[in-house]
């Protein structure tokens, strides 16, 4: 029997409030759906560290550090939602990195916060490039 809705549902996760409102959303739905849920989170390259190599080091060990509390999160909250969830860790350009883990798992929906800095608003985000690449629906939680 088919289902009406998503079947696999990829939510992309930071440090950031949008994105845990993402998540909630996301984590939501697939309850809702009897969905899986595949939780990204992207290690980025660039910003601070490009500028700096001796910040390389620290901004990798923040990043992991935000990656273990959300990977703690999704192991506490899962069993007692009742959905099945999947955590991958990526590197590289977070929207590249969505866009290519979406495709290699054939989701079905994909789930992202809004960009909270006021630069997006001129040169795009993360979301406006997933919608624009239109492979699969796309969901922007502010």
């Given at each position: ?10 939510v ?10 993402a998540?909630?959303?996301?984590a939501?739905l697939?309850?809702r ?13 660039g910003g ?13 060990e ?12 999704i ?18 350009n ?11 798992l054939r989701?079905d ?25 239109a ?8």
């Amino acid at each position: 029997m088919t289902v009406d809705g998503p079947d696999a549902i990829l939510v992309a996760v930071d440090a950031f409030e949008t994105s845990y409102r993402a998540g909630a959303y996301a984590a939501g739905l697939a309850r809702r759906q009897k969905a899986r849920l595949i939780c990204l989170y992207v290690h980025s390259r660039g910003g601070l560290s490009s500028l700096s190599p001796a910040l390389a080091g620290p901004v990798s060990e923040a990043q992991g550090q935000t990656a273990a509390e959300i990977r703690r999160t999704i192991a506490t909250n899962a069993g007692r939602l009742g959905i099945d969830v999947t955590f991958i860790e990526a590197t590289g350009n977070p929207a590249q990195e969505i866009a290519r883990v979406a495709d290699e798992l054939r989701v079905d929906a994909v789930v992202v916060g809004a960009s909270s800095q006021a630069g997006h608003k001129f040169v795009g985000s993360i979301a406006t490039a997933l919608v624009r690449s239109a492979r699969w629906p796309v969901t922007v939680v502010p």
